[in-house]
C-alpha cells in the first residue's frame, strides 16, 4: 500500500515535535515529499515561500533547487528577469534543455510567437486589407500596432475602454490577423499566446514526467512577476482550462507577500504557505560557528546588527571577525562592520565600489575597479563568492539589503565622489550605446533588446550622479519606452522607482511609481497621459507622448480619437514625421485615402527614404487607383528594402490594374518567394491568373490561401466566386456556408451565395440570401446590385431600379451600377432614361462590354438595327479579348442570347428583302450564328 502524503506543514510540525528546529525543516520536509510518488495525476503541490527582502528566500529556493536534482528531478528557475508569461515559458524551456531534456514542440512554437508578433508588428503599418470577393469597399479593418495585446480583461486598454469597445477592437485584430496568418494558432500566438503556449507545456510536461519521478518549477522574486505570471499559474494549478498539469510537477514560489487569499483561498489542499523569518539565535550561533566566529562578544554584535537576517548574517560570518574592540559602535551597521571587519584593503574597496552597478560582469567590474588586470579574475571570483551576490545568468546581482546600505554609505560619506563615480559609469555605458548603435538605424534602435538595456542602465546611472539634470531626459526616454509596449514601460519605470531610493531622491521614486500605477490602471495609454499631464516636456516632448497615444489609440481600432492626438502633436511640433505617418495611417482605416496619401507625402518630406511611408503611400495610391504613382512609390520602397513581401505583392496588385499581367505574376512570384504563407499574396496572384483564364491554377493559389488560412471567412468567398465562375456551383455554395459558419455577419458571404443561388436558379433562396447581406451592410453596393438583378429576372423592375438607385447614390461615377440601373430603366420601360445611363456607363469605362450588351438590346428593342448591331460587336469582340466578372457574364448569358436570336432573325429577314445585298449581309449573318452558338459565358472572366 503506497503511504499517504503528509502536507508540508505537517512534516514540518513532525520534524520540530521530534525536537528539530530551524530552516532544515522546510529542506527535511521538501526532501521527504519528494521521496514519496505522487498520488495521482489530479495531486500536485505548491510551495510559496514569502518573507521580508534578506531573509533568505532565494537561498532556500536554491537549496531546494538542488535537493530536488538529487532526487533525480527536471527543474527549472524562473525570477524577475522575464516580463510576460511567453518570456517565463521560454526560461523554463532554456533551463530543462541544459539539463538535456528539449521541448522541441515548445520551442517551435516559441519562435513562431517571436516571429509571428514581429510580423504583426511590421504588417500592421504596410499590409493591405483582407477584401472579400464581392465586398466592394467595405473590407475587414486592419490591426494596429499597439492592439496586437488587446485581449478583453488582460490587454493594455482595460480600465480605458469599455466592454464593447474592447470586444470590438479585438475583433477588427483578430480579423486582420487572420488574413495575414496561416491559420488560427498563428492569429492567437499574436494575440493570446498563453492559449497556444500553455496546452503544449503542459502536454510536454506530461511526456517528460512518465521518464522522470519529478518536476519542479521554481518563481523567485514572484513579488515582481507574480501580476503577470499568478492568474496564468492559478489556471494552470486548479484548473483544466489549458490541459491537465501532471502529478508530478512540483511548483515553488518566493515572494516578499504571502499568496493572494482572494485567488487562492480556497486552494489549501495542494498549497503549502511557508513564512520565512530571520534567523532564531540558535541559527545565527551555528552559521557563525560553522565559520569560526566563536568570540562571545563578536557574535552578541552580529546578531544585534543583523535582527538575525541570513544575508546579513551570513555576510560578517564571512569576514570571520575575530576582534572584539569594535563591539562598542552602536551606529555601526552590519554592512559599515563587514566592511571594517575585512582584512583586505582592496577587497574591501571592492565590495563597495562594485555596488554602484545594477549588475556586474566582467567588462563592468573592470569599468568600476582600478586593479591590474591579473587581479580582475582573482578579485571577480571572490566577490561572486560573496553571500550577498547572487547569479544571474552571466550577470552578477547584489542583494538590495546589502547593496541599499553600502550605497548610502558611499552617497552620505562622499556626496561628490557618489556623484562623480556615478557618472564614469554613465559615461562608460554611453560609450557602449553608441558602439551598439553603428549597427542599428534610427528607428531599430528601441526594438533592439541590448541597445535598450545599455540605455536604460545610463539613465540609471545618469539620475544617480545628477538627478535634477537627467530626470527630463530619463522621463522623455520613458515616453519612447511606452511606444515599445507594457513590458519595457515597466522596466523603466522600475528603474526610476529603484534610482529614486538609491540616490535619496524621492521626487524620481514618486514618477516610477505613478508611472507603474498607471501602467497596471490602464496600460501605456494611461502612463502617457500621466507623463504628458506632469511631465514638463519641452513641445517636442509633449508632440511625442500624443503621437505614442495615437499609435495606441489607433492600435485599439479607436482611429477618430486617434487622429485628435495625431492633430495635437502636430500643433505642438509641425516638424514630426511619425505624427504625419500615424496620422495618415489613422486617416486611411477611417476610408480617406486622399488625406492619407497628403499625410504619407509631408512624412516623406520630412524623413525621406523611409520604406514603409513608402510602401503605405504606394499601397494607400494603389486603393484610390493612381496606379502610376503607387508603382513609382513601390518600385522606390523595395529599392530601399527589397526584401519586403508586401512591397512585392502591393506593386503587383498595382501592376495587374495597369493590365500588365506578366509583371504583376513576377511581383507577386517574389512575394511569395519572400514569404510562402503571405495569404494576400496568394489571393492577388490568384486575380491575376484569372486574368490570364487560368482556371485551374487560379484555384490551385487559393486552395493554397485556405490551407494556409482555413479559418478565414474572406478566402472562403473568394474561393467561391472562383469556383462559381467555373460553374461548380455546389462547391461554391459549400465555400460559402463555409464562411458564414466562421462569421455570421459576414455581409459578403451572404451577397456571393446569393449570386450564385440566382445564377442556379434558387431565387427565394438567393432573395433571402441578399436582403441578409444588406441588413448586415445597407450600403453594401454590389449586393445592392447583385438584388436588383435578381429582382429584374423575377420581373420586379421597380423593386430593381429602388436598389439601383441607392447603389447609384452610394456609387455616383461607377460604371457598372450606372449600366445596371440602365438595365432596371429598359425593364420599366423608361427606354430615353436607360438609353442616357448606359451611354454614360461607357463614357466612364469605354471597355466596359456588358454596358455595350445592355445597350444593344434595349437599341434592337428601339428598331435601331444598325446601332444594335453595332453595339452587340463591340460587346462580342470585348468578350473575346479581355477578361470580365464572371457573374456578369453568367448572369448575362441569357439576356444576350436572346439579342443575339433576335439579330440573327432580323438579319435573315433583311436578306429576303427586295434589292437586298445578300453578299454583304452573309458575314454578319455568320458571326451572329457562330456567336449565339458558342458556350461563350463557360470561358470569360
Avoid at 518536476?215 to 513579488?223: A, G, K
Avoid at 495597369?658 to 490568384?686: H, I, M, N, T
Avoid at 430593381?800 to 460604371?815: E, F, I, N
Avoid at 444593344?856 to 446601332?867: R, T
Wanted: glycine letters at 8%.
Amino acid at each position: 500500500m503506497r503511504p499517504t502524503r503528509p502536507s508540508m506543514q505537517e512534516l514540518i510540525r513532525q520534524r520540530r515535535r521530534a525536537g528539530f528546529v530551524g530552516r532544515s525543516d522546510e529542506r527535511a520536509a521538501f526532501r521527504q515529499n519528494l521521496d514519496l510518488p505522487p498520488e495521482d495525476e489530479r495531486h500536485r503541490f505548491l510551495f510559496h515561500v514569502h518573507g521580508q527582502a534578506g531573509v533568505g528566500k532565494t537561498f532556500l529556493v536554491r537549496e531546494l533547487e538542488q535537493l530536488a536534482r538529487e532526487k533525480g528531478a527536471l527543474t527549472a528557475y524562473v525570477d524577475e528577469r522575464v516580463g510576460s508569461v511567453p518570456e517565463a515559458m521560454a526560461a523554463i524551456s532554456r533551463e530543462f534543455a541544459g539539463q538535456g531534456q528539449k521541448f522541441k514542440e515548445l520551442e517551435r512554437l516559441l519562435a513562431a510567437h517571436r516571429e509571428r508578433r514581429h510580423e504583426a508588428e511590421t504588417a500592421a503599418l504596410v499590409d493591405p486589407e483582407p477584401e472579400g470577393p464581392s465586398a466592394g469597399g467595405s473590407a475587414i479593418a486592419r490591426a494596429g500596432l499597439v492592439g496586437l495585446g488587446l485581449v478583453p480583461g488582460v490587454g493594455a486598454f482595460t480600465g480605458v475602454l469599455d466592454a464593447d469597445q474592447l470586444a470590438r477592437g479585438a475583433d477588427r485584430v483578430r480579423a486582420g490577423l487572420s488574413a495575414r496568418f496561416r491559420n488560427q494558432e498563428d492569429v492567437q500566438l499574436v494575440l493570446s499566446p498563453e492559449r497556444v503556449l500553455t496546452p503544449v507545456l503542459l502536454t510536454e510536461l506530461s511526456d517528460a514526467a512518465s521518464d522522470l519521478p519529478w518536476i519542479v518549477l521554481f518563481f523567485d522574486t514572484y513579488e515582481r512577476t507574480g501580476p503577470f505570471l499568478d492568474g496564468w499559474l492559478h489556471d494552470v494549478m486548479t484548473s483544466d482550462r489549458y490541459g491537465t498539469l501532471p502529478g508530478h510537477v512540483v511548483v515553488v514560489t518566493a515572494g516578499r507577500r504571502p499568496f493572494d487569499t482572494a485567488r487562492w483561498g480556497a486552494c489549501s489542499d495542494l498549497m503549502t504557505d511557508l513564512p520565512l523569518g530571520p534567523f532564531t539565535e540558535e541559527e545565527a550561533r551555528g552559521l557563525l560557528a560553522s565559520k569560526g566566529v566563536v568570540d562571545r562578544p563578536v557574535v552578541e554584535e552580529v546578531l544585534r546588527l543583523t535582527g538575525g537576517l541570513p544575508v546579513l548574517v551570513s555576510t560578517l560570518a564571512e569576514a570571520r571577525p575575530v576582534d572584539p574592540d569594535d563591539v562598542g559602535d552602536p551606529s555601526a551597521s552590519a554592512v559599515e562592520r563587514f566592511l571594517k571587519w575585512e582584512q583586505d584593503p582592496v577587497r574591501q574597496a571592492v565590495a563597495l565600489v562594485c555596488a554602484l552597478p545594477r549588475w556586474l560582469d566582467a567588462d563592468v567590474f573592470r569599468a568600476v575597479v582600478d586593479c591590474a588586470d591579473e587581479e580582475v579574475d582573482a578579485l571577480l571570483t571572490w566577490l561572486r563568492g560573496m553571500p550577498f551576490v547572487s547569479e544571474r545568468g552571466e550577470k552578477a546581482q547584489y542583494h538590495d539589503v546589502v547593496r541599499g546600505p553600502m550605497l548610502r554609505l558611499q552617497r552620505l560619506r562622499s556626496p561628490r565622489g557618489w556623484a562623480e563615480r556615478h557618472a564614469r559609469l554613465a559615461e562608460t555605458f554611453e560609450r557602449w550605446r553608441v558602439e551598439a548603435e553603428t549597427d542599428l538605424a534610427s528607428d531599430e534602435l528601441w526594438v533592439d533588446e541590448g541597445w535598450r538595456e545599455l540605455r536604460l542602465t545610463e539613465s540609471y546611472h545618469l539620475l544617480c550622479a545628477k538627478p535634477r539634470v537627467a530626470l527630463p531626459v530619463v522621463l522623455r526616454d520613458t515616453v519612447d519606452a511606452c511606444g515599445e509596449g507594457d513590458v519595457v514601460a515597466r522596466q523603466w519605470a522600475q528603474a526610476l522607482v529603484q534610482a529614486g531610493e538609491d540616490a535619496g531622491a524621492e521626487a524620481i521614486g514618486a514618477w516610477g511609481r505613478d508611472v507603474l500605477e498607471a501602467i497596471e490602471r490602464g496600460g501605456v495609454l494611461e502612463a502617457l497621459g500621466v507623463l504628458l499631464a506632469r511631465g514638463g516636456f519641452d513641445t517636442r516632448g509633449q508632440a511625442v507622448a500624443c503621437q505614442l497615444r495615437g499609435v495606441e489609440l489607433g492600435g485599439a481600432g479607436r482611429h477618430a480619437r486617434a487622429l485628435i492626438e495625431f492633430d495635437r502633436a502636430l500643433a505642438l511640433d509641425p516638424g514630426l514625421a511619425a505624427a504625419y505617418h500615424g496620422r495618415g495611417y489613422a486617416r486611411a482605416q477611417e476610408g480617406d485615402y486622399a488625406a492619407a496619401v497628403a499625410d504619407l507625402s509631408r512624412a516623406d518630406e520630412l524623413a525621406p527614404g523611409k520604406a514603409t511611408t513608402l510602401m503605405l503611400r504606394g499601397e494607400y495610391q494603389r486603393l484610390l487607383g493612381d496606379y502610376e504613382a503607387s508603382v513609382r512609390d513601390l518600385d522606390q520602397a523595395i529599392g530601399i528594402h527589397g526584401t519586403r513581401a508586401f512591397a512585392w505583392a502591393s506593386r503587383g496588385a498595382a501592376k495587374h490594374s495597369l493590365g500588365e499581367l506578366d509583371a504583376a505574376a513576377a511581383d507577386l512570384d517574389r512575394a511569395l518567394e519572400l514569404d510562402p504563407e503571405y495569404v494576400w499574396a496568394w489571393v492577388r496572384r490568384a486575380r491575376v491568373r484569372r486574368s490570364r483564364r487560368d482556371h485551374a491554377r487560379r484555384l490551385s493559389d487559393l486552395d493554397r490561401a485556405v490551407a494556409l488560412s482555413p479559418d478565414s471567412p474572406w478566402l472562403y468567398c473568394e474561393r467561391g466566386d472562383a469556383l462559381t465562375a467555373s460553374r461548380r456551383f455546389e462547391e461554391a455554395i459549400a465555400d460559402f456556408d463555409r464562411a458564414i459558419e466562421l462569421d455570421d455577419e459576414y455581409a459578403s458571404a451572404y451577397a456571393s451565395r446569393g449570386a450564385c443561388r440566382a445564377t442556379m436558379g434558387h431565387h427565394g433562396e438567393a432573395l433571402t440570401d441578399l436582403d441578409r447581406s444588406l441588413e448586415l451592410a445597407p450600403d453594401y453596393g454590389w449586393a445592392l446590385c447583385q438584388r436588383a438583378m435578381l429582382h429584374l429576372q423575377l420581373g420586379h423592375g421597380d423593386s430593381a431600379l429602388a436598389d439601383l438607385d441607392r447603389a447609384k447614390q452610394q456609387q455616383p461615377l461607377d460604371a457598372r451600377v450606372l449600366a445596371w440601373r440602365g438595365r432596371a430603366l429598359d425593364a420599366v420601360e423608361r427606354f430615353e432614361e436607360a438609353r442616357t445611363e448606359l451611354s454614360r456607363a461607357l463614357e466612364l469605362s469605354p471597355d466596359y462590354a456588358m454596358a455595350y450588351g445592355y445597350r444593344g438590346a434595349l437599341l434592337l428593342k428601339q428598331g435601331l438595327l444598325a446601332e444594335a448591331l453595332a453595339d452587340t460587336a463591340h460587346f462580342l469582340a470585348l468578350v473575346a479579348s479581355q477578361p470580365m466578372n464572371p457573374m456578369d457574364v453568367i448572369r448575362m448569358e441569357a439576356p444576350v442570347r436572346g439579342l443575339l436570336d433576335q439579330l440573327v432573325e432580323l438579319v435573315e429577314r433583311l436578306r429576303h428583302l427586295p434589292g437586298a445585298d445578300a453578299t454583304a449581309l452573309d458575314p454578319v449573318l455568320a458571326q451572329l450564328t457562330t456567336a449565339r452558338e458558342m458556350p461563350w459565358s463557360q470561358s470569360v472572366e
